[in-house]
């Protein structure tokens, strides 16, 4: 959990590119080539298990999942065959039912739920804000490295945004390192994989099965913590390699294309804190259907994403979750029978929200007004970090 390496300091990664090619080519030749682990932890910090975030907690990580693009209630919890892993993470969890929006359009509206603020405050289109967000607060106050707080975007430019502010106490080297859809195993690297030769993907071989392969090749005894971490690596390019990722195609593949990225991120790097920023959803505007597409198929992606959690040992009873979209959409269907958002109904300014971990209360609901911008304050409350500048408040009914 310090910073192990230069990327941690100066300039917030920003993974540029080229920057994750080299980290993601010097792991996997680990993976793919059996070369010694060294390599590896000197470009990311290994994945061994973290402490809890506090020491009277049991979350060591949190994935924040925001459902950009604007997704009513009525299509979530109101519809919950549409959303049934959704629905299964409220009853373990607490379900917030009024959760009051930020009405600054797409792009301020989740800027706000990073910020805990929901005012227009210098908001441009395509530029950081002049506020800290929850990556900086956490990074900071813990002295995370930028490999632990990671921001996965379902694309666009616009998107990098939310990985940090200009605020001059915060800022860019306290960033979410960013990730979009097209993930770390872009073209250019697979070219790379061709030229050492291209790993033979699992395909349909069980994971117990390598795990007991593996297992006999040792002699029966137990794995290294760093063999198992190469084990995760590896999983991790070939899932990748295979295709699963980069070949996700139609309405919502974007979004399906960041949860993905999220999950992989978590099994194999463990970081502290995954920020996933959806956006399929919008396609409402001009197609209802198209629209609830998105939002089934991304329940079904948080689900994938939960089961790995649940199937992790390390991760199961350490990790939280929180789910919200950044507004809802109009009470009714314009003329193309899709769905805009700017009419001021309750259906555009409410929405639902789900938080669920170790540390969380089970099976409730909280029916009373909160906000959306009260989730950057109380995830920081979980990293025992203070969102100094949010206006939010801590969700206090969540702890149990
Ligand atoms: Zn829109």
Known sequence: MKAPDSNSRGRALPLSRRNL???????SMIGLLG?????????????????????????????????????????TFGSPEQIPNLVKLADEGVLFTRLR??????????MSIVTGISEARGIRDNAPGPDPTIFEYVRKDLGLSAQEVWVATAGGAQQVNYA??????????????????????????????????????????????????RKALRGGKPATAEAESRARVERYILDELGGSTSELR??????????????????????????????????AHGSFNGYTEVVRRNDA?????????????????????????EFGRDSDLNTRRGLDHGDGSDDLRFVHGVAWGPDFRRNVVIKDDRQTIDFT???AQVFGAKARLAKGNVLREIFA
């Open 21 to 27: 090619l080299r980290a993601g080519a010097a792991g």
């Open 35 to 75: 070369a010694d682990g060294r390599a590896l932890a000197s470009g990311f910090e290994p994945f061994g298990a973290r402490s809890p975030l506090r020491p009277d907690g049991k979350t060591k990580h949190v994935v924040l999942i925001i459902m950009s693009g604007g997704v009513r209630s009525r299509e």
């Open 101 to 110: 929006t930020a009405n600054l359009g797409h792009f301020g509206a989740s």
């Open 164 to 213: 940090h502010g200009m605020h001059p106490e915060y800022g860019a080297r306290y960033g979410a390192t960013t990730l979009d859809g097209d993930g770390v195993f872009n073209e250019e690297f697979k070219a790379l994989v061709k030229r050492f030769g291209a790993p033979r993907p699992l395909g349909e071989v069980p994971a117990e099965k390598v795990a007991g392969l």
């Open 250 to 283: 139609g309405a919502g593949a974007g979004d399906a294309k960041a949860l993905r990225l999220a999950r992989n991120l978590l099994s194999v790097f463990r970081p502290r804190l995954i920020g996933v920023v959806l956006q399929d959803a919008d396609i």
């Open 301 to 325: 992606a948080i689900g994938e994403l939960v089961a790995a959690i649940r199937g992790d040992a390390e991760l199961r009873d350490s990790t939280a979750v929180f789910v919200l979209p």
């Open 377 to 379: 304050p109380t995830i």
